[in-house]
């Protein structure tokens, strides 16, 4: 996908289902939809032109949403809305009114942005020529920098710039290419020109946004991307992915996505494109430097890695040599990067091509590293570090966007906006006192006035401000461009105001083509297929997992002792020695019945189990971090209403849904080691709990209606009916709920089921000496199957409970701690 | 001069930590004037990987692995070192204006171009209160060497050296708006106000002898690492060290180890442990003359 497009004769139009619609729409454009559709004087429009009339490649658009009355046109968008929704696409929003920061549901605009076929050939071929021309730039930079000696740039923009990381100043001497994957901002200009408005080569973000985008639209028009041919964007992805994967030479289990972690604002994205692309998706603790290679902390050991997808800034990889504050970063990465150890894509430093001076020297830098004219503009821009250009901004301020001159360092707020595009109308007081003080930290930019394209807004199209965001990766042999891309839309009509933190919203962008795509779906297998199991979780992967199993239960077990307090308290019993115990076990686990309203307290369990996944959400299906997310919602919205009096109504409600997450875990997850740890939490939460309940209420004298509590708690009167047909005693609901191998909820059952899974995980085969873990859990096992439930105590009880926690910790040191010494002998603490 | 230079540095943690790994900045580095006959560092507990490696300025890193869990860090540095620096002629230096000029217009992208210690670096940042002192001090048709020695005389009578006042993460505002510090925060003041004239300025840290000459007055901050500034006199002299805790020139009193942008780029330690709570850490310095003081010609 070179750039043959631009070499094909002009398509031939063929009928389709569209275009017949279209000769009616066409002879009334302004009927119904776009009424009213009045572009701002001297804008470029994307759908109309100067005259008013429809452009040939929004025809058909326009006559089939034309043709839709307004319930079918809000019924697909909100099919679109809905997959979003489901998918649980999300981004963080920094500085929120109350709560400081904020995930907020993704907010996807009607009609996408249309490009015509040819236009985007012109684009892609123009956007491929800059792709090259920032490849050498950087290789120029961290390699011999003849830029700055030979007088093509000034010696400031390589000295002071933030981006230029001394660690990897010779890091270019290997020749392999520092970018492989970058985003261009584009706005179109009044005079129906794409410009460059910025580069974006440190962690481009937005490309997964856009798949999901397309996802999402495609449920809404999927007849018009048909009709349209509308071109797709996996192969782009495909490719990248193919491309990635052969830049390990065989030593690397995979491809790494090195991500800064669910604080970040684009970290659904990561966690996206790692689970669409078949990546593991890492933070800078998950590795660590051995030797001469980047190893990943594994619950399996230190595996190799050769190829990290780097979505982290990098002055934050490496504490010992950048950032030293930075506490996500992986200690010794940059020294790994010049040991050859490792492929960063892109290189740690390839953020000083996002240094917005550089702008002002584009046919400079084009005529020095190509020799030949760039054929995409970019924005204008004067570098206030030479006096002409400083003057000539300070005089003409009102026409001129001012802006920092270098990329943002990590302290400052500039930074944290990844998803921004374009431009800002009025600087800040900051920045002008730079221009005076500082002149070479600022530029002035032309402020291009942007094009509009149709958004509905109430049920109208009507014009907004549009910027575009594409994306290229490089091959073996060259540049391609994803052909779509990432489209903003203002809020409002200033065509400068684009930006998502203050309600702007993101568009699909299709490009047009004139033959059906062939389908391309990243499952498709290239030749063959071998089934291969799944390569071991990184260790802090299956931590959260673990906790995911453990806060999972927690919340349930919770939720079930504040069923149980408040229908006894409802029945009227009085307030006596059971409830004590069960406020206080309930206050153990973080619901504090007797200091305020439960449902704050399950409130809490619940979030910690949704935060947990919500760590992990390439680990497991969209649809049980959905319930997660569901049950946080069905619980604030209660507080919210202050309708808490009917807990036990919505201790049901929150049960089921529980056991909609257990079911879906069960049912859908595949079932190897990361599955294996999110059940041991379960199992060794639900044994803990179980015997720290059943401690309290066995004591020698146990409380009026202790026993049906345990039973009731641990959800088995009907097993209880069954096999004993006997009024309630001491020993049989002991013998039920602690000892009885073959009842679900007994502790026997969760030591027993933990045992198993312990036996299946990475380096616990049978034969080889046992770990600690493996040895407390099979005494354990021993201790329970030979219990007389006659003279088993409230002590013996607390000691199993002790034991599970003990068994917990092992298991955490077993895998979780991930420090490459030897797994020596661990002293039991016995 | 020759020294023998001993650094001790110990850390105390309070819970044993493993897996650490750390950057050492601590050997003397060869430079013209200064040159090392022997360097050693020794590491508690031994370390699991050790590498060597020079960065970008050209300082010694000593690369560090530690595997095993440990309670306690000790890093021991041993060096003899012969310095012999040629007194500068700081009234044959271009005015501070014409030198501002020059640095700005250097192509030089070596460590030692001037380009690299023009701009804000993650410490000593251009900030408006510095600059307007550097301005007041600092007079543009003035040689810049001598004017540069002024204004590092000038720093030491009105800056109290206050060990404790401060500390690593003291920002730089701090230090000047309480006119107090330690050699670092000397330091870095004066790059920053230097860097806000136009004047390159880069962070040195290194050692002073501790003992001084008989007569002469004992120096600020001997018993510790100390730090200084390098300030670039144009192509011809290249780069000059000045004591601002001192109010001095740099000659043979110093013994340079790392030059930087500022601290971060030559800390002496940089490390990476997990452990909760506050660290203990010491360290110390010795810088003994051997034999008798050779008067230089």
Redesign the interface.
């Known amino acids: 996908m070179m750039r043959p497009l631009a070499l094909e004769p002009a398509p031939v139009p063929r009928p389709s289902t569209a275009d017949a619609t279209l000769a009616a729409a066409d002879e009334r454009p302004a009927a119904g939809l776009l009424r009213g559709y009045r572009p701002p004087a001297g804008v470029f429009d994307e759908a109309v032109d100067a005259d008013g009339a429809v452009r040939p490649h929004y025809r058909a658009l326009i006559a089939a949403l034309a043709a839709m009355d307004e319930p079918e046109r809000e019924r697909r968008f909100s099919s679109a809305g809905q997959y979003l929704r489901e998918a649980g696409v999300y981004y963080r929003i920094y500085g929120g009114a109350e709560r400081g920061e904020d995930a907020r549901a993704w907010p996807l605009a009607q009609p996408p942005l249309i490009i015509a076929q040819r236009e985007w050939a012109e684009l892609a071929a123009g956007l491929e020529q800059r792709a090259q021309l920032l490849e050498k730039l950087l290789g120029d930079f961290y390699g011999e920098r003849r830029l700055i000696s030979d007088g093509v740039l000034p010696p400031a923009l390589l000295g002071r710039n933030p981006e230029f990381l001394r660690p990897l100043a010779d890091q270019a001497a290997s020749g392999s290419p520092l970018i492989r994957f970058i985003a261009v901002d584009l706005g179109r200009g009044p005079d129906g020109r794409w410009w460059v408005l910025g580069d974006r080569t440190q962690a481009p973000s937005g490309s997964g946004f856009a798949l999901e985008n397309r996802v999402a639209t495609s449920r809404a028009f999927p007849d018009l991307i048909r009709d349209l041919k509308i071109q797709r964007l996996a192969g782009f992805f495909q490719r990248f992915r193919e491309t990635l994967n052969a830049l390990d030479d065989g030593r690397g289990a995979r491809v790494g996505v090195l991500s800064p972690g669910p604080h970040n604002e684009t970290y659904f994205e990561h966690a996206y494109l790692a689970r669409y692309l078949g990546f593991l998706l890492l933070e800078g603790g998950d590795l660590a430097v051995h030797g001469s290679s980047v190893v990943v902390k594994t619950v399996d050991g230190a595996k190799p890695i050769r190829v990290l997808w780097r979505r982290l800034d990098a002055d934050f990889a490496d504490p010992l040599e950048l950032h030293a504050r930075s506490r996500i970063g992986t200690p010794g990465l940059a020294r790994a990067v010049r040991a050859g150890a490792v492929e960063m894509v892109n290189a740690l430093g390839s953020g000083i091509l996002e240094t917005r001076a550089l702008l002002a020297f584009q046919p400079a830098l084009a005529r020095a590293l190509l020799g030949e004219e760039l054929r995409l503009p970019t924005v204008a821009t004067w570098w206030c570090g030479q006096e002409a250009e400083r003057d000539y901004v300070s005089k003409h301020l009102e026409r001129l966007s001012i802006a920092r001159a270098f990329p943002q360092t990590v302290e400052e707020e500039e930074h944290r906006r990844p998803l921004d595009l374009g431009m800002r109308r009025a600087p800040s007081d900051r920045l002008l006192d730079d221009l005076a003080n500082d002149p070479a930290s600022v530029v002035g930019q032309e402020l291009v006035g942007l094009s509009t394209a149709p958004m509905f807004v109430d049920g109208r199209l009507e014009p907004r401000p549009v910027t575009l965001r594409v994306y290229l990766a490089r091959h073996a042999n060259g540049w391609s461009v994803m052909p779509g891309g990432f489209a903003r839309v203002a809020s409002s009509t200033d065509p400068l105001a684009v930006t998502m933190q203050s309600g702007g919203r993101s568009v699909d962008v299709w490009v047009t083509s004139d033959r059906p795509e062939r389908p391309v779906s990243l499952l498709e297998a290239t030749s063959g297929f071998a089934r291969r199991l799944p390569s071991a979780p990184p260790a802090r992967a299956a931590d959260n997992l673990f906790w995911l199993g453990r806060y999972v239960e927690r919340a349930e077990a919770a939720t079930r002792l504040v069923r149980l307090h408040a229908a006894r308290l409802a029945e009227g019993e009085r307030r006596g020695a059971l409830e004590a115990e069960v406020g206080e076990l309930l206050a153990g686990i973080g619901v504090d019945a007797a200091l305020g309203d439960p449902a704050e307290g399950l409130l809490r369990r619940v979030r910690a189990a949704f935060e947990t996944a919500s760590r992990i959400r390439d680990r497991f299906s969209p649809d049980g971090w959905r319930v997660l997310r569901e049950l946080v919602d069905l619980i604030e919205r209660r507080l919210e209403r202050d309708e808490t009096d009917d807990l036990p109504g919505l201790a049901s409600e929150v049960l089921i849904r529980l056991s909609g997450f257990t079911g879906l875990v069960r049912e859908n997850m595949y079932q190897f080691t990361g599955w294996r740890f999110l059940q041991a939490g379960r199992l060794l939460e639900r044994g803990q709990l179980t015997a720290r309940l059943a401690a309290a209420l066995t004591r020698d004298e146990p409380p009026e209606g202790a026993l049906e509590a345990l039973l009731e708690f641990a959800d088995s009167r009907i097993t209880y009916r069954r096999r004993y047909s006997v009024t309630l005693s001491r020993e049989t609901v002991i013998d039920l709920i602690v000892l009885d191998p073959l009842n679900p909820r007994s502790i026997a059952f969760q030591v027993n089921g933990f045992k198993t899974l312990l036996d299946e995980l990475p380096g616990m085969r049978r034969g080889e000496t046992p770990a600690a873990v493996s040895r407390r859990a099979a005494r354990l096992q021993v201790r329970l199957a030979t219990a007389d439930p006659a003279e088993l105590s409230h002590l013996f009880l607390a000691r199993v409970a002790a034991d599970l926690g003990d068994i917990s910790d092992l298991l955490g040191e077993q895998f979780f701690s991930a420090a490459p010494t030897a797994r020596g002998e661990r002293p039991e603490a016995e | 001069m020759i020294y023998d230079v001993t650094l001790n540095i110990a850390y105390d943690y309070p819970a044993a930590v ?2 650490a ?3 050492l900045r601590v050997r003397p580095r060869e430079l013209d004037g200064q040159s090392v006959r022997t360097a050693r560092v020794t590491v508690a507990p031994h370390p699991d ?1 050790a ?1 060597r ?1 020079l ?3 050209g300082n010694a890193l000593d ?1 560090l ?1 530690i ?2 869990e440990h309670e306690a860090l000790s890093v021991a540095m041993r060096a003899r070192v012969e310095v012999r620096r040629a007194l500068p002629d700081l009234e044959a230096t271009p005015t501070i204006a014409d030198l501002a000029a020059a640095a ?6 070596g460590p030692t ?8 670096s ?1 410490i000593a940042r ?1 900030i ?1 209160a510095v ?1 307007a002192y550097a301005r007041e001090l600092i007079d543009p048709a003035a040689p810049a060497g001598e004017a540069v020695l002024a204004f590092a005389s000038r720093m030491k009578a009105d800056f109290t050296f206050a060990p404790g006042a401060t500390t690593v993460d003291t920002p730089l505002q701090e230090a000047f708006a309480k006119r107090e510090g330690v050699c670092q925060d000397f330091a870095h003041v004066m790059i920053a106000a230097l860097r806000g004239v136009g004047v390159p300025a880069a962070y040195v840290s290194g050692f002073l002898r501790t003992s001084p000459p008989p007569g002469r007055p004992r120096l600020e901050g001997a018993d510790a690492m100390h730090a200084w500034v390098d300030v670039w006199l144009g192509p011809d002299m290249g780069w000059q060290g000045f004591d601002p805790t001192n109010g001095v020139t740099v000659l043979d009193d110093h013994v340079v180890v790392a030059i930087g942008r500022d601290y ?2 030559v ?1 002496p330690i ?3 442990v997990l452990t909760a709570g506050p660290q203990k850490t010491s360290h110390s310095v010795d810088v003994v003359p051997v034999g008798e003081r050779v008067r230089k010609a």
């Not at chain 2, 171009?113 to 804000?120: N, Y």
């Open positions: 493993k897996d790994r750390h950057v990987e590498g490696e960065d970008f300025f690369q692995l595997l095993p700005a217009a250097d192509r030089e992208t171009g001037p380009m690299h210690f023009l701009g804000d993650r251009r408006d600059s971060s780029d800390a940089d490390g990476v």
